[in-house]
């Protein structure tokens, strides 16, 4: 049975940083990402990285995200620096096997508040 649990979510103020983490288990994962959904629109992509380490990141978030991945434990992060209001969002973690089949985590929320 494949899970994703995430974990790293909060309560930051506008300037502050986070490091999200999404543990899955019961497969093998080629490319993990983040994805965000704000409320009252769409889920969108955050990042995502290959298991061989290439990244791609959405443009706005270039520079101030950064996604990580521990290949042994199965676990990808992504660290989120700068963080404004406009962040906050529901962060869902992504694990794609090799079949293609897409799985997401429950997701884990960010708040971004002075």
């Known amino acids: 049975q494949v899970q994703l649990v995430e974990s790293g979510g909060g309560l930051v103020q506008p300037g502050g940083s986070l490091r999200l983490s999404c543990a899955a288990s019961?497969?093998?994962?080629?490319?993990m990402g983040w994805y965000r959904q704000a409320p009252g629109k769409e889920r969108e992509l955050v990042a995502v990285?290959?298991?061989?380490?290439?990244?791609n990141y959405t443009d706005s978030e270039k520079g101030r995200f950064t996604i990580s991945r521990d290949n042994a434990k199965n676990t990808v992060f992504s660290k989120l620096n700068s963080l404004k209001p406009e962040d906050k969002a529901g962060y869902y973690c992504?694990?794609?096997?090799?079949?293609?089949?897409?799985?997401w985590g429950q997701g884990t929320q960010v708040t971004v508040s002075s």
């Open positions: 990285i290959a298991r061989g380490g290439s990244t």
């Open positions: 019961g497969s093998f994962f080629s490319a």
């Open positions: 992504n694990a794609r096997n090799l079949s293609a089949r897409k799985y």
